[in-house]
């Protein structure tokens, strides 16, 4: 089992900048994959962020390249979102995930374990 536990969501304004940390617990946290992924109200969770164990080959989706970057910290077993450029449509909750297979994936089905979500709100 693996528990994952979300911090760092907050309401900012448009423009602004906030960074989210997820912290593991439980089984080997290293070697896992990671995603972060959002959903906002009526609408499916989509990936926005995923990086493989040793944090050297990351995925990052169109609507967030250039401005969220994904990255992990394996002696302290949490992964992180840093979010810059904040839009309203950005708006969301964001989700901690583990995937016990290997290979990045952007699917939510490919993933095994998930926080319980932090809320990102974004003003205009």
């Known amino acids: 089992q693996v528990q994952l536990v979300e911090s760092g969501g907050g309401l900012v304004q448009a423009g602004g900048s906030l960074r989210l940390s997820c912290a593991a617990a439980?089984?080997?946290?290293?070697?896992?994959?990671m995603g972060w992924f959002r959903q906002a109200p009526g609408k499916e969770r989509e990936c926005v962020a995923a990086i493989n164990w040793s944090g050297g080959s990351t995925y990052d989706a169109d609507s967030v390249k250039g401005r969220f970057t994904i990255s992990r910290d394996n002696a302290k077993n949490t992964v992180y979102l840093q979010m810059n450029s904040l839009r309203p449509e950005d708006t969301a909750v964001y989700y901690c995930?583990?995937?016990?297979?290997?290979?990045?994936?952007?699917?939510?089905?490919?993933?095994?374990?998930w926080g319980q979500g932090t809320q990102v709100t974004v003003s205009s």
């Open positions: 995930a583990a995937r016990v297979g290997y290979g990045l994936k952007s699917s939510a089905s490919a993933y095994d374990y």
């Open positions: 439980g089984r080997t946290f290293s070697n896992r994959v």
